[in-house]
């Protein structure tokens, strides 16, 4: 289970910090990272972290949003700073676990963010 917190309404320019608290040791996934879903548009990449600690982000939060973890709390964070108004989404957790051949795939129920004067 991956459950979401941090988000809210902020002005742009603005920061917030995204939490995702898994209720297992997070060293199982082989990926975590976070999506975002505006009205109308697809689910986006923002940003991945394997079990490498290698990252990757969607180009359009490149310099602005930064992803971690802290194993021994079992959360993985998104920091996210300069936010622009078209930051504004549902932002979901998403952790990816490969066994074998087979790939699993968990969501948390995701966090609204905000970004208006």
């Known amino acids: 289970q991956l459950v979401e917190s941090g988000g809210g309404l902020v002005m742009p320019g603005g920061s917030l910090r995204l939490s995702c608290a898994a209720s297992r040791s997070i060293f199982i996934f082989d990926n975590m990272g976070w999506y975002r879903q505006a009205p109308g548009n697809e689910r986006e990449l923002v940003a991945v972290?394997?079990?490498?600690?290698?990252?990757n982000y969607g180009d359009s939060v490149k310099g602005r949003f930064t992803i971690s973890r802290d194993n021994a709390k079992n959360t993985v964070y998104l920091q996210m700073d300069s936010l622009k108004p078209e930051d504004t989404a549902v932002y979901y957790c998403?952790?990816?676990?490969?066994?074998?051949?087979?790939?699993?795939?968990?969501w948390g129920q995701g966090t609204q963010v905000t970004v208006s004067s």
């Open positions: 998403n952790a990816v676990r490969r066994v074998g051949i087979e790939r699993y795939n968990y």
């Open positions: 972290m394997g079990s490498g600690r290698v990252t």
